[in-house]
């Protein structure tokens, strides 16, 4: 209750400063757009002309109403929203490769989790961001290991102004709310940025053709509840031209319930034996500094160093009631996880026509966990990475961009416990970890706004500690001595602008995966592990528009079609992605204090069981007004799903049914 209270007045009390002494001049109708914090960005070059990225910036997020990133970056060509259903998680699939193999930092410091190396993109908000980098299969060397299919990248903000803050107020229905602040002072030689936001839900309400189930009768979604809320601070000091140090801090603190498998597929284990989980916590806490000092025109060297922590815990009830732990499969289960690590960064352009940049990488990752009435047990790797890129501009016309890197992942300690001698003893000394990467790419410039360019790399995934180490609730033989996946990744892109108000962009890609880390079944009788017998390949195209019918009227649209195929074993099937997803929308502006979107995206079926098992494809469309009711106040509305079409991008798991939700954003800047 204090921190809404918080959110609420600190909001009432900005909103009537600006209205007493703000004169800055707005000069658009939408909420505003940050600048990025550009010692935030992970890019190739400090040209404007970004070979590697697609961006979000938070305008796209604001205008669309996406406040989480998983459903920010599903906006992109390429990106594929996916869920855990089984533990209440939102993630992606970037190009056919899901999030272990694509890791999300910000501000250029990971902040995956240790021990699977999956990140719920739920519990990261938008409020507070300035953009997104998303890189797909050519992914600068820059960032470190482990980027077999790409990147994400979440952007803070820096304040260009003396005195700047937006924020937000809102309702969705049903007993939804969410706010959030962000103020920044720009001293000239030093800024401050802070915010806070909030995000809660007592459930979500299904649709009205979800036909009910013994397990979910329909209505309010049953433990379908969530909280989130950040907390973030940024202080900046920039003595002079050459100089530039930040210190950040983010606090996450969430909680969510899991709502039961509601689906039809007997040979789900889950249609029998439901589980009742509970998440109390699911909270992230991160240190990190950033430095970036240039000796010359020609050269500079970068900084991080971050120390993350990453705590939750699941309960596993007796059944719907969530009250009592009393049958055999109900537990109390903690992680206590922490990383501490840094990267140097040293560029330089004193050989003409040529940008050189090294860095090198060191991650420490500590796991413990422990269930109820049990000592902790403690798992420890380090992982150090090298790399080498640069940029060869051949003439005005061609670039080439090759890299090279090398990475090493050490397991320090594992340790394991037996529950029949109540003892903590070690797993047998897993081997080190090697990998080569490398990557070169070539982009020419046919002539103004017209772009080609073709790319080939090797990228490599380590093993993670779940992969290597975990029992899987009894069902599964720990492997500790796993080697690291390898993905072969070609991209053709052609970029267009014609006319000035039509863009165009096409890719092909494909990803050939040896090595592919893939549960093999009875190893023993009943029980599977994880092994390195798989290959693969991913293949596909994407397609994207933007076109400026009119000065009022804008439509975009992207199209990505992508086919997986597991070359070791084609009867086990890939699952969590669509053949097919379709994204496009309408923005009209009747008059310049209106402005009126229609979104819709369109998923083929995508398989949930490695045996078969279907969600449906389906379609569906948001709309979103919103209106300039002051010199420095907005107020949307909108509903989601417009038409309360029942789907699901897990079997068994419904989303969100048709929803309504009124914001009120207001700002001093454009």
Same mark, same amino acid.
């Given at each position: 209750?204090?921190?809404?209270?918080?959110?609420?007045?600190?909001?009432?009390?900005?909103?009537?400063?600006?209205?007493?002494?703000?004169?800055?001049?707005?000069?658009?109708?939408?909420?505003?757009?940050?600048?990025?914090?550009?010692?935030?960005?992970?890019?190739?070059?400090?040209?404007?002309?970004?070979?590697?990225?697609?961006?979000?910036?938070?305008?796209?997020?604001?205008?669309?109403?996406?406040?989480?990133?998983?459903?920010?970056?599903?906006?992109?060509?390429?990106?594929?929203?996916?869920?855990?259903?089984?533990?209440?998680?939102?993630?992606?699939?970037?190009?056919?490769?899901?999030?272990?193999?694509?890791?999300?930092?910000?501000?250029?410091?990971?902040?995956?989790?240790?021990?699977?190396?999956?990140?719920?993109?739920?519990?990261?908000?938008?409020?507070?961001?300035?953009?997104?980098?998303?890189?797909?299969?050519?992914?600068?060397?820059?960032?470190?290991?482990?980027?077999?299919?790409?990147?994400?990248?979440?952007?803070?903000?820096?304040?260009?102004?003396?005195?700047?803050?937006?924020?937000?107020?809102?309702?969705?229905?049903?007993?939804?709310?969410?706010?959030?602040?962000?103020?920044?002072?720009?001293?000239?030689?030093?800024?401050?940025?802070?915010?806070?936001?909030?995000?809660?839900?007592?459930?979500?309400?299904?649709?009205?053709?979800?036909?009910?189930?013994?397990?979910?009768?329909?209505?309010?979604?049953?433990?379908?509840?969530?909280?989130?809320?950040?907390?973030?601070?940024?202080?900046?000091?920039?003595?002079?031209?050459?100089?530039?140090?930040?210190?950040?801090?983010?606090?996450?603190?969430?909680?969510?319930?899991?709502?039961?498998?509601?689906?039809?597929?007997?040979? =789900?284990?889950? !249609?029998? +034996?439901? &589980?009742?989980?509970?998440?109390? $916590?699911? *909270?992230?806490?991160?240190? #990190?500094?950033? /430095?970036?000092?240039?000796?010359? =025109?020609?050269? !500079?060297? +970068?900084? &991080?160093?971050?120390?993350?922590? $990453?705590? *939750?815990?699941?309960?596993? #009830?007796?059944? /719907?009631?969530?009250?009592?732990?009393?049958?055999? !499969?109900?537990?109390?289960?903690?992680?206590?996880?922490?990383?501490?690590?840094?990267?140097?960064? #040293?560029?330089? /352009?004193?050989?003409?026509?040529?940008?050189?940049?090294?860095?090198?990488?060191?991650?420490?990752?500590?796991?413990?966990?422990?269930?109820?009435?049990?000592?902790?047990?403690?798992?420890?790797?380090?992982?150090?990475?090298?790399?080498?890129?640069?940029?060869?501009?051949?003439?005005?016309?061609?670039?080439?961009?090759?890299?090279?890197?090398?990475?090493?992942?050490?397991?320090?300690?594992?340790?394991?416990?037996?529950?029949?001698?109540?003892?903590?003893?070690?797993?047998?000394?897993?081997?080190?970890?090697?990998?080569?990467?490398?990557?070169?790419?070539?982009?020419?410039?046919?002539?103004?706004?017209?772009?080609?360019?073709?790319?080939?790399?090797?990228?490599?995934?380590?093993?993670?500690?779940?992969?290597?180490?975990?029992?899987?609730?009894?069902?599964?033989?720990?492997?500790?001595?796993?080697?690291?996946?390898?993905?072969?990744?070609?991209?053709?892109?052609?970029?267009?602008?014609?006319?000035?108000?039509?863009?165009?962009?096409?890719?092909?890609?494909?990803?050939?995966?040896?090595?592919?880390?893939?549960?093999?079944?009875?190893?023993?009788?009943?029980?599977?592990?994880?092994?390195?017998?798989?290959?693969?390949?991913?293949?596909?195209?994407?397609?994207?528009?933007?076109?400026?019918?009119?000065?009022?009227?804008?439509?975009?649209?992207?199209?990505?079609?992508?086919?997986?195929?597991?070359?070791?074993?084609?009867?086990?099937?890939?699952?969590?992605?669509?053949?097919?997803?379709?994204?496009?929308?309408?923005?009209?502006?009747?008059?310049?204090?209106?402005?009126?979107?229609?979104?819709?995206?369109?998923?083929?079926?995508?398989?949930?069981?490695?045996?078969?098992?279907?969600?449906?494809?389906?379609?569906?469309?948001?709309?979103?007004?919103?209106?300039?009711?002051?010199?420095?106040?907005?107020?949307?509305?909108?509903?989601?799903?417009?038409?309360?079409?029942?789907?699901?991008?897990?079997?068994?798991?419904?989303?969100?049914?048709?929803?309504?939700?009124?914001?009120?954003?207001?700002?001093?800047?454009?």
């Amino acid at each position: 209750m204090k921190i809404k209270l918080l959110i609420v007045t600190s909001i009432l009390s900005f909103v009537a400063y600006s209205q007493k002494k703000d004169t800055t001049n707005i000069n658009r109708t939408d909420s505003f757009s940050s600048k990025i914090f550009q010692l935030g960005e992970v890019t190739i070059s400090a040209s404007p002309k970004n070979e590697m990225t697609d961006r979000i910036t938070q305008e796209n997020m604001e205008t669309q109403n996406r406040f989480e990133v998983s459903r920010s970056v599903n906006m992109l060509p390429g990106v594929f929203l996916t869920s855990s259903g089984t533990r209440n998680e939102s993630m992606v699939s970037i190009r056919g490769f899901d999030l272990r193999a694509v890791p999300v930092y910000m501000d250029g410091v990971p902040v995956y989790v240790p021990y699977d190396g999956y990140v719920d993109l739920a519990r990261f908000t938008t409020f507070d961001l300035s953009a997104i980098d998303v890189s797909r299969g050519f992914t600068s060397m820059l960032y470190g290991p482990n980027s077999l299919g790409g990147t994400i990248n979440l952007i803070s903000r820096k304040p260009y102004k003396k005195f700047e803050y937006d924020g937000s107020l809102g309702l969705i229905n049903t007993n939804g709310y969410k706010g959030n602040i962000n103020v920044g002072y720009n001293f000239g030689k030093f800024f401050v940025q802070g915010g806070i936001s909030y995000l809660h839900r007592e459930s979500y309400i299904m649709s009205g053709e979800y036909t009910p189930h013994a397990h979910e009768n329909g209505g309010n979604r049953e433990n379908s509840y969530r909280s989130d809320q950040k907390t973030n601070l940024k202080i900046g000091w920039t003595p002079n031209e050459k100089n530039e140090f930040v210190l950040g801090y983010i606090k996450q603190k969430g909680e969510k319930g899991n709502p039961v498998y509601a689906g039809d597929d007997k040979l =789900n284990s889950l !249609y029998s +034996k439901p &589980r009742y989980w509970q998440w109390p $916590f699911w *909270n992230k806490e991160t240190y #990190y500094f950033l /430095s970036n000092t240039k000796f010359n =025109n020609n050269s !500079y060297i +970068k900084s &991080r160093i971050y120390y993350d922590i $990453f705590k *939750n815990s699941v309960s596993s #009830y007796d059944d /719907s009631t969530y009250t009592t732990q009393k049958k055999p !499969y109900s537990f109390q289960s903690w992680y206590n996880d922490y990383t501490y690590g840094g990267s140097i960064e #040293y560029g330089t /352009s004193i050989f003409k026509k040529n940008e050189l940049k090294l860095s090198t990488h060191f991650k420490e990752d500590i796991h413990r966990e422990n269930n109820i009435n049990e000592p902790v047990r403690k798992i420890e790797d380090n992982t150090i990475n090298f790399a080498i890129e640069d940029i060869l501009k051949i003439n005005h016309k061609l670039i080439v961009i090759p890299g090279i890197g090398y990475s090493a992942r050490k397991n320090i300690k594992a340790e394991d416990y037996n529950s029949t001698t109540k003892e903590i003893f070690n797993y047998a000394k897993a081997v080190t970890s090697t990998a080569f990467n490398g990557q070169l790419g070539a982009f020419y410039y046919i002539k103004e706004n017209h772009k080609i360019s073709a790319t080939a790399s090797r990228k490599t995934r380590f093993a993670t500690i779940k992969d290597r180490y975990s029992y899987r609730m009894g069902t599964a033989i720990p492997n500790p001595d796993l080697n690291p996946e390898i993905s072969d990744n070609f991209d053709l892109t052609y970029i267009s602008k014609f006319f000035k108000n039509l863009s165009f962009q096409t890719s092909v890609f494909y990803s050939h995966i040896t090595n592919a880390i893939l549960s093999v079944s009875n190893v023993q009788p009943g029980k599977s592990q994880m092994q390195n017998t798989g290959s693969a390949e991913f293949k596909g195209v994407e397609f994207s528009a933007k076109y400026d019918i009119l000065k009022n009227l804008l439509t975009g649209a992207n199209y990505t079609y992508i086919e997986r195929h597991n070359l070791t074993n084609p009867t086990i099937l890939f699952t969590d992605v669509p053949s097919t997803k379709v994204f496009a929308y309408v923005q009209y502006k009747p008059i310049k204090q209106i402005n009126i979107i229609v979104n819709s995206e369109y998923n083929s079926f995508r398989y949930s069981t490695s045996y078969g098992t279907k969600a449906p494809a389906f379609t569906i469309f948001n709309t979103i007004i919103s209106g300039k009711i002051w010199k420095h106040i907005n107020i949307e509305t909108g509903v989601n799903n417009l038409f309360d079409k029942n789907y699901m991008l897990t079997e068994g798991y419904p989303e969100e049914g048709r929803n309504f939700f009124v914001t009120l954003r207001f700002y001093n800047h454009n």
